[in-house]
T-cell receptor
Framework: AQSVAQPEDQVNVAEGNPLTVKCTYS??????LFWYVQYPNRGLQFLLK??????LVKGSYGFEAEFNKSQTSFHLKKPSALVSDSALYFC??????????????FGKGTRLSVIA | DSGVTQTPKHLITATGQRVTLRCSPR?????VYWYQQSLDQGLQFLIQ???????AKGNILERFSAQQFPDLHSELNLSSLELGDSALYFC????????????FGSGTQLSVL
């Protein structure tokens, strides 16, 4: 079975400070991992993905995520937060050993608030 | 703008009624996915279609059905509506039938009163 956990419902950070949004996963095989962001009254937008290769993945808007196999984590990071980064962030996973159209499993989301 | 269009944006109806939600995928995308987002359940996968055929099914209730038409737009039909069906329903599309990068519409907010 596939599952993903985002242990924090809310993360608050001051503008200009680094931010981290946490995600851990569970799959039987190797994971394909994703981060999506949802701004108010909008659909989810793809940020970045890890399929294979370098453990540090760079994505849109200056975000990056680090894949850690031993800790089964895929935390989202940004060196310097902007107020405009305030949104709902979703981590998602798919087990690479399953068929390609196995649905993504999303976490419950973490609300990021960047305070000026 | 993701290129995925969902209509209507808001829908208010009564228990026991039937509604249809519509989705037009991005130009060139063959796969359409339906998700339900609620505060308590988070984002739940309902169903996927690829080029007109059902490809994957999630926790979709028997009262719900979907289809993808030859022009690739999709409709999600919800019948015998209950209060608990109130949620934000998202459609997403992708080029292929694999779930690597999804483009989401802005959703249809369904309120069942």
């Amino acid at each position: 079975a596939q599952s993903v956990a985002q242990p924090e419902d809310q993360v608050n950070v001051a503008e200009g400070n680094p931010l981290t949004v946490k995600c851990t996963y569970s799959v039987s095989g190797n994971p394909y991992l994703f981060w999506y962001v949802q701004y108010p009254n909008r659909g989810l937008q793809f940020l970045l993905k890890y399929i294979t290769g370098d453990n540090l993945v760079k994505g849109s808007y200056g975000f990056e995520a680090e894949f850690n196999k031993s800790q089964t984590s895929f935390h989202l990071k940004k060196p310097s937060a902007l107020v405009s980064d305030s949104a709902l962030y979703f981590c998602a996973v798919r087990d690479a050993s399953l068929s390609g159209n196995t649905p993504l499993v999303f976490g419950k989301g973490t609300r990021l608030s960047v305070i000026a | 703008d993701s290129g995925v269009t969902q209509t209507p944006k808001h829908l208010i109806t009564a228990t026991g009624q039937r509604v249809t939600l519509r989705c037009s995928p991005r130009s060139g995308d063959l796969s359409v996915y339906w998700y339900q987002q609620s505060l308590d359940q988070g984002l739940q996968f309902l169903i996927q279609y690829y080029n007109g055929e059902e490809r994957a099914k999630g926790n979709i209730l028997e009262r719900f059905s979907a289809q993808q038409f030859p022009d690739l737009h999709s409709e999600l039909n919800l019948s015998s509506l209950e209060l608990g069906d109130s949620a934000l329903y998202f459609c997403a599309s992708s080029v292929r039938d694999t779930n690597e990068k999804l483009f989401f519409g802005s959703g249809t907010q369904l309120s069942v009163l």
